[in-house]
Every structure is written in C-alpha cells, then in structure tokens.
C-alpha cells in the first residue's frame, strides 16, 4: 500500500489541527521510510520476483525489525513519546503513535501472508489484497480521497503556495501510485532502497505544504 497510507495521514490532520502534515506523513510512513535503510544495511531483505502477487513484484522475505506488529507499536510509541517530550502536547503525540501502527494494519489487507506478528519465529499474516488490482485500487484510492477531501476541508490556504502546492503534491502521489501499480519492475534491489529513501521528499513537501495553510478552526474572515 501506498497512498492509502498518505490519505490516513491527510485525514489525521482533522484530528490534531497543530500538528504538521508532514509530521503525519512521517508517522504514518515511518515503517517504510525507515524499511530502504534497513534494506541498505543488509538487516532486512527484499527479493525481486515477478507474478509474486497480482500487484507488486516484490517479494518481502524478512522485515521483522520495520513491519512486524511489536515494532510498529514499538516505533510509534517512541514517536509519540518524543512529541510529547518535546512539545508536551497529548493530543499530537497519541495521533502520531497511533498512525505508525496504522501503517502495519492497512499492509495485513493487502499483503500475501509475510507480514510478523514480532521479530523472531512468528506466524505471518496479510489477506491478499494485492491479488486483485480492482480492488486494490478501490481501497486505497478511497483512502486518499477520503484523505485528501477532510485535510482541504479543515485547512484553508494561507496563499497560492497553499492553494497549488496541496493540489499538486496530491497529485504527484497519484503518478507515483500509477507507477508503482503499472510501472516496470525495478531493476535491483539497491534500487528500491533508493527509490525508497526518496519518500522523506513527500514529508519535507508535506512541511512545506501544512505552512502554507491553516486549520479552519483558527480562521478568522
């Protein structure tokens, strides 16, 4: 999944209006923005197999430290830790380790059955959605409309940077979804951990974006 996680993060914002959109994409993100460098690292593995599921061609062999349900729970738990240490701000910080976690639930329904439960000898689990391209495409694409409609409702722009800038990150998501979805397999797998790393660009625009609007709730007309 790939946009389905941006759209969660889109519609986060409703619920905590202080916080970033680029803080939730992190959050939201974070297992497969941290993934590319354990990839990078050798710690995790990835092969690259065509037909693996109707969807990606990837298939995900061992990735226990970033996608298995205690590290995600574990991450976002640190995650929301460090915002409230910094900014002691409940509400920003349970969003924040709720949206990590968010991230490993979204996989279980479209992932063969590779995904841990907990490092070590753990069952695995995913529901396949990836066997059907309709329907994955209904899914996630509800999930980032949904998304992308609750943050343009409760944000308005502060100028046309906000304005056009929101209008054009989403639909740079949707190119990178088409790619992912009837694109070429990548070449190798030192590749993908490149390409992966590539994500914080969308978290450092989604920054960019968030400055340039404000939550409705604090306009004034």
Request: proline content about 7%; cysteine-free; charged content about 10%.
């Amino acid at each position: 999944m790939f946009i389905g996680h941006f759209g969660v993060g889109f519609a986060a914002k409703k619920l905590a209006p202080t916080l970033s959109l680029g803080s939730l994409f992190l959050a939201a993100q974070f297992i497969d923005l941290l993934w590319p460098s354990l990839l990078m690292l050798g710690v995790e593995r990835v092969t690259i197999e065509p037909g693996a599921s109707g969807i990606t061609p990837l298939a995900f062999t061992y990735y226990p430290y970033s996608h298995s349900l205690a590290m995600a729970l574990l991450w976002g738990l640190l995650l929301g830790g460090i915002h409230f240490l910094l900014w002691h701000e409940k509400r920003g910080a349970v969003v924040l380790g709720l949206l990590v976690p968010s991230h490993w639930f979204l996989d279980l329904l479209v992932h063969e059955p590779d995904l841990p439960l907990y490092p070590g000898d753990s069952p695995l689990l995913g529901l396949g959605l990836w066997d059907s391209l309709p329907l994955t495409l209904f899914v996630e694409g509800a999930l980032f409309l949904i998304g992308v409609l609750l943050y343009g409702r409760n944000t308005r722009p502060r100028d046309s940077g906000g304005r056009w800038g929101f209008f054009a990150l989403a639909g740079v998501l949707i190119l990178i979804q088409a790619g992912n979805l009837f694109g070429n397999p990548p070449p190798s797998v030192t590749a993908i951990a490149w390409l992966g790393q590539v994500q914080w660009l969308l978290v450092f625009w989604g920054y960019w974006v968030d400055r340039h609007r404000m939550p409705r709730s604090v306009w004034s007309d």
